[in-house]
């Protein structure tokens, strides 16, 4: 994950839902703060430890969004390593595996990497993070039904 902060934000949502759903819960998300804290993080738990955590805070939040005061203490000496937008949002020049890459699976991640940042830039307001994408709400919505991406309640 070190590598790969960029998706950072994409696991936390993912784990969110799962948990959400599974606990009946009802985390809105992260805040714009935290998510700089977790991608500033060093990760040596990887995937496991970021699923962990966000299990624990979906269990002890139980609804509204996560905020820096709600992360164990551990996660807070990150905050003041990098702030969030000098993480590499664009993929380097050199993105093509000598393998290929399956261009729709690529395209779909950018696309909800880019819906969940605008959702997580305005603290989940959907017609703001349309507007910032230059959608119409109702197109971002079907979006977020379509791809199974739940942020937050309407």
Not at 90 to 118: H, M, W, Y
Request: some cysteine; hydrophobic content about 40%.
């Amino acid at each position: 994950m070190r590598e790969r902060r960029e998706d950072i934000p994409l696991l936390i949502h993912n784990f969110l839902t799962r948990f959400n759903n599974d606990r009946k819960h009802a985390v809105k998300g992260f805040s714009r703060d935290v998510l700089e804290i977790l991608c500033n993080y060093n990760w040596p738990g990887n995937v496991r430890e970021l699923e962990n955590l966000v299990e624990r805070m979906v269990t002890l939040k139980d609804s509204g969004f996560i905020s820096p005061d709600d992360l164990p203490e551990k996660y807070l000496a990150a905050r003041t390593l990098v702030q969030v937008s000098e993480v590499p949002f664009l993929p380097a020049e050199d993105v093509l595996p000598e393998g290929g890459i399956c261009l729709n699976t690529a395209v779909d991640e950018f696309e909800n990497n880019l819906i969940l940042q605008a959702l997580s830039r305005t603290k989940g307001n959907k017609k703001e993070a349309a507007s910032l994408l230059n959608l119409k709400r109702t197109t971002l919505i079907e979006k977020l039904k379509k791809k199974n991406l739940i942020y937050g309640e309407e």
